[in-house]
């Protein structure tokens, strides 16, 4: 157990393997984590690196972008020499988007960069009213990540309201610009700092991509699938893992949509039979909908599996994609909690070195090293400009921001926008100054990679203590489950033909609400896999249950696997 | 001139009439604001007051609300003693809306509440890896509002990550809480203080009444929107002024619905107008578009009109939706920017202790005064529960934060719940904790009215001094206007009947054009007419220009203004 890894490229299996696991369909394919090469993308080569983007933002000068300007990635990228053009995704396109036209307020802002014109135009309050004078945060110096450390050595960063236009000062943000109405795209400043970091980590193959900002994934989500998807007028599906993030299903019902599952094994979604379902759709059997043309996928430690696609499978999703010229929506909340079993294996729990984030562990972890440990992204693989990816600061940084970020083509970006400009305006500006100042001004990209290099550390301890909980605590004789390399979820499989209800005639789903009410009784809340199934309206033949351990301490979350192992036992009168 | 005005409930016109200004429907009703008697609405009888708002918090202890826990606007509402419910109003709704149910996870949080449970449930993160100790902000001290004041004698105001679980500190909110998800309704903490303020102000008169907070009123407008409307399916029209917010009518677009515009005078909106419409319609002369049963309406400094709706006015509105069973969205940003005539003819303008905030006009107003003044909202009048309204802290705190609230009944905002929860998950928690500190603990319900009172003392004054300019360098033979009571803006009638142009068979909009372009040539920018059309597939029979006084400084103003003029001047060839 737990020697297969390699570079958080796989997922490796307890006793149960992960063939077994996600049922039969695994076999479609041959889904050995130990047979996954290392991680080698093509992002990887010709790399954009951090002393490129330094040495182009000094080149560049001060950023100057005032009040509610007008910015767009274009302005810090790097030259995207010998990259094609990505292809039209018109196609794909609901006629509620194509409908959209640019917000005639937000057009007209483009006269305020003449020199000397006075605006009498926009709906603007006036600075002088906002009453903050300022906003001071305490934040953690890299490489000292820990509350303790922060307590101790932390920076205090302060944000004025008039930095950028103080000459003693001339800072790039201000008050004055982050509370006053912005552009849907997002500030110039945390756009730029975005822009690049998608340049370093996935360099997409084509020239003309772009981000935007968002107000996080769940927000993005509906906005793109209102985008890509029409269910009443087209009779749209959507495609997306036989489990999936709850949310997103809820997102895709109201919307008129049939949410179709593709079977997964123990690296997550299964190309072939994601190939076999689109080669033979039929829409008479299908209520008359037409073939799927968008996925949702999230490739890393998906919610709620917890599995992660290796590269080779990447690559193979991506080409079922083309073939059935699907557009795919990337969503990849927990992309740098890959958590590498060996080096879980040799940080072993609660050694106060590594939860101080000093870097002190057995093996020097560089900024370049856990850069090139990561799976390349959908996006990195996309020369067509075919996906849409969403990133998020909610499992990295703070959920409370409501920021994150898409990337995809200038085209899908141009659309979403016109979307944002009426449904949100984006992502709000206090969130933004305060990650600008502490990402941008006091980490900068490489700072950002340390934390990041911390956070995985943290998690992978997260995840170890779970691992030894679940050995000690659980029936192996019912409960089996592979060991995540990604997020932060732990999915339990459980072996309902065993239970003594199911065998006289009880339902999935009843006995599943048994075991979680017993499981509330003995004080432990896990997610019920029926939450998550993509196909709601057909008969459950599996039961799991979704534990996280993101969030409870190495005691509550022992205890808690205990109680809920305590549960399971009695009710499969063990 | 300017002798009209009273308590803020009216409007003044200049030497060319209110009845003139926004064409010949305004001669279906007597619209002479110096008619409108004083405001005194329903709500002031029996009115909650601030001291019973104190009284109920002190009863109730500190509020105990940890990360994501529940809460609604009953748990902060005082007895509604003697009202009716609310009606139903679920066949205004569109079938998406009809088909949400709740978010499985955050139904699950429920649980939580259980004494000693440990939660491997949702996918929150561990406060341990929010990257901020604290953050802490310099605030104006009520009523020391200007920016000079703060820097003298702001508060400082420090949110820490564990003020509520340090014995030491027993906060009621903190960064532990902000930073994590929450639920969509918003955190208690905000949420109490907009519920209480609501209460005070609006006291609407049915019992199960309800708010919950918002991303800020463009993105609750289209959540309302496609809550209420079904354009492909249902063939849904949209009632709205015949000049409306452009950013509304192009969310609306894109819906499928069809807007249709209601004839306005220099008080806004035209019931009897409405009425006609209505009762008229028909399907057949109308594409097949059934019957309108949703109005958007803003009543007050009506965006891109300035003009405000009495109180008669507003009762006969509320008569016409209740006759025509319509739902009526009441938008209203520009509430608190209620600007009576006299007081401005009495502070003048500039003069320092004013601009301070220290209450010195001539006429001591208290906050009780304050109140009184206010236009009754039609939340206020709604006994039927068929009223949402928008409330917003962007023109009266800060835009950027993104956060607003709505009101309605429990009903309607259930529903609007469900769609937040998968369209945004509610407002970001940054900027709730920020406006919570600022208004609720530091300045409290008292000190908030202060800050208000302060800043419709400014806009005034913003106001006047776009008065003096428009007086000064418009030429009055073409170019005429009904000085706003309410909003920040300036709505300025051209006569295009005298232009060379329209004479030699121009069309109004490229004569439109002509002057835009000229204004911004000579380096001023002002708003097109033509932009705010409600319905914009017909030919414009009127020449509009809007210029705000809500950014510029009183010197840019006046300038603008006078190249305004001159462009108006060249154009006419006067």
Chains 1, 2 share one sequence.
């Not at 794909?92 to 640019?102: T, Y």
């Not at 351990?549 to 696997?561: G, H, L, P, Q």
Request: hydrophobic residues 35%; contains cysteine.
């Amino acid at each position: 157990m737990r020697e297969a890894l390699i570079n958080g490229s796989g997922a490796a299996s307890n006793d149960v393997s992960a063939l077994e696991t996600l049922g039969p369909a695994a076999k479609l394919t041959d889904a050995d984590p130990s047979e996954i090469p290392p991680a080698s993308g093509p992002s990887r080569e010709n790399a954009v690196t951090i002393s490129d983007i330094l040495e182009r933002r000094a080149k560049a000068g001060r950023l100057i972008a005032p009040t509610a300007s007008y910015s767009d990635s274009d302005m810090f990228k790097g030259p995207q020499v010998g990259k094609p053009k990505s292809k039209s995704m018109n196609h794909h396109l609901s006629s509620e988007s194509l409908s959209r036209h640019p917000c005639a307020l937000k057009q007209a802002a483009r006269h305020l960069k003449n020199p000397g014109i006075i605006s009498l135009g926009g709906g603007l309050p006036c600075a002088e009213y906002f009453p903050i004078e300022s906003i001071t945060l305490k934040v953690p110096t890299p490489p000292h990540f820990s509350e303790a450390a922060t307590s101790q050595s932390g920076a205090e960063v302060r944000i004025g309201k008039y930095d950028t236009t103080d000459p003693s000062i001339q800072g790039t943000y201000d008050l004055a610009i982050a509370l006053n109405y912005a552009q849907a795209s997002g500030s110039a400043q945390l756009l730029r700092f975005v822009t690049e970091h998608t340049e370093l980590v996935h360099n997409p193959p084509y020239s003309d991509w772009r981000t935007c900002l968002t107000i996080g994934s769940t927000g993005a989500l509906e906005q793109t699938l209102r985008m890509l998807c029409d269910g009443p007028g087209r009779r749209d599906c959507l495609l997306t893992e036989e489990y999936s993030f709850s949310t997103a299903l809820e997102t895709a019902g109201p919307l008129g949509l049939k949410v179709v599952g593709v079977k997964m094994d123990g690296q997550g979604l299964l190309p072939e039979a994601m190939d076999e379902l689109l080669s033979n759709w039929n829409p008479e059997e299908r209520e008359g909908r037409r073939k799927p043309h968008v996925l949702y996928t999230v490739p890393s430690g998906q919610n709620p599996t917890g599995t992660t696609q290796g590269l080779e499978r990447r690559k193979q999703v991506y080409e079922v994609a083309r073939k059935h010229d699907l557009f795919v929506i990337e969503d990849e909340p927990y992309y740098y909690l890959q958590m590498p079993l060996e080096e879980s294996k040799e940080t072993g729990s609660g050694t106060t070195a590594a939860k101080e984030g000093e870097g002190e562990g057995k093996e020097e972890e560089t900024v370049e090293s856990f850069m090139s440990s990561l799976i390349p992204s959908l996006l990195s693989l996309d020369v067509d400009g075919r996906v849409l990816r969403m990133d998020s600061f909610s499992k990295v940084v703070v959920p409370g921001s409501r920021v994150g970020w898409v990337t995809a083509s200038e085209n899908i970006i141009e659309q979403y926008l016109r979307h944002a400009e009426v449904c949100n305006q984006g992502a709000n500006g206090i969130s933004q100054v305060i990650l600008y100042k502490l990402l941008d001004e006091q980490w900068g990209h490489e700072g950002y990679f340390q934390w990041l290099m911390n956070l995985r550390r943290e998690y992978t301890k997260r995840r170890d203590t779970m691992v030894t909980a679940a050995e000690k605590f659980l029936p192996k004789e019912v409960v089996s489950w592979t060991v995540p390399v990604a997020g932060m979820f732990y999915w339990l499989k459980i072996d309902h033909s065993q239970h003594p209800g199911i065998q006289a005639g009880k339902g999935i789903l009843e006995v599943e609400e048994e075991i979680f009410n017993s499981c509330i009784a003995r004080g432990v809340l896990v997610a019920r896999g029926s939450w998550f199934r993509a196909e709601q309206d057909t008969e459950p033949n599996e039961l799991f249950f979704r534990a996280t351990f993101a969030a409870a301490t190495a005691e509550n979350m022992t205890e808690a696997i205990r109680r809920f192992g305590e549960a399971i036992r009695e009710s499969f009168k063990l």
